[in-house]
Antibody, heavy 121, light 107 residues
Framework: EVLLLESGGGLVQPGGSLRLTCAAS????????MSWVRQAPGKGLEWVSA????????IYADPAKGRFTISRDDSKNTLYLQMSSLRDEDTAVYYC??????????????WGQGAQVTVSS | DIQMTQSPSSLSASVGDRVTITCRAS??????LAWFQQKPGKAPKSLIY???NLQSGVPSRFSGGGSGTDFTLTISSLQPEDFATYYC?????????FGGGTKVEIK
């Protein structure tokens, strides 16, 4: 069974930093692309960033470019999202999602339970 | 960016009803279209990929269709556990984009 468990969320002041972690199990982690998707309170889903299997490539949505960094440690079956220069509008639940293959352009087949990030002074 | 437009934004239906949700892409996305179900306070659940392929474990009352710019999600006989919000998403190109969602409520 595929399991994705996010952690690292919390309350942070504007301009601050936070690192989200997604621990994966139940599949061969290194062979699948992974993404981060967020959902602001009462809003729809917004894709944030993706990384291909074996970290061959990364890509970001415009709001994340220059501020967020996606990475993975295949030896630990773990996905990361380092977020800096956080803004009020980054407040959201952040989900990690598993791709259906290693390529960076991929559908999702599994989601984590989400991590709440609140940016507020 | 590819814009995804869902309709309706909400609907009321009864158990046993046939329900169809439409998703339109602003440009041709072939069949690179997925559907997700989300219940309040829960993570999304993947239902369909490649426009018409059911994810493992998804009941057969769910079906998807379409290609190019126009797509549908159909629930053939609505069950109590199907009341939720449904999202379409294109993965033909970056940025990946989602529709605004369709909330399916109990009549």
């Amino acid at each position: 069974e595929v399991l994705l468990l996010e952690s690292g969320g919390g309350l942070v002041q504007p301009g601050g930093s936070l690192r989200l972690t997604c621990a994966a199990s139940g599949f061969t982690f290194r062979t699948y692309a992974m993404s981060w998707v967020r959902q602001a309170p009462g809003k729809g889903l917004e894709w944030v960033s993706a990384i291909s299997g074996s970290a061959a490539g990364t890509i970001y949505a415009d709001p994340a470019k220059g501020r967020f960094t996606i990475s993975r440690d295949d030896s630990k079956n773990t996905l990361y999202l380092q977020m800096s220069s956080l803004r009020d509008e980054d407040t959201a639940v952040y989900y990690c999602a598993k791709g259906t293959h290693s390529g960076i352009l991929s559908a999702f087949d599994s989601w984590g339970q989400g991590a709440q990030v609140t940016v507020s002074s | 960016d590819i814009q995804m437009t869902q309709s309706p934004s909400s609907l009321s239906a009864s158990v046993g009803d046939r329900v169809t949700i439409t998703c339109r892409a602003s440009q041709d996305i072939n069949t690179y279209l997925a559907w997700f179900q989300q219940k309040p306070g829960k993570a999304p659940k993947s239902l369909i990929y490649a426009a018409s392929n059911l994810q493992s474990g998804v009941p057969s009352r769910f079906s998807g269709g379409g290609s190019g710019t126009d797509f549908t999600l159909t629930i053939s006989s609505l069950q109590p556990e199907d009341f939720a919000t449904y999202y379409c998403q294109q993965y033909n190109g970056y940025p990946l984009t989602f529709g605004g969602g369709t909330k399916v409520e109990i009549k």
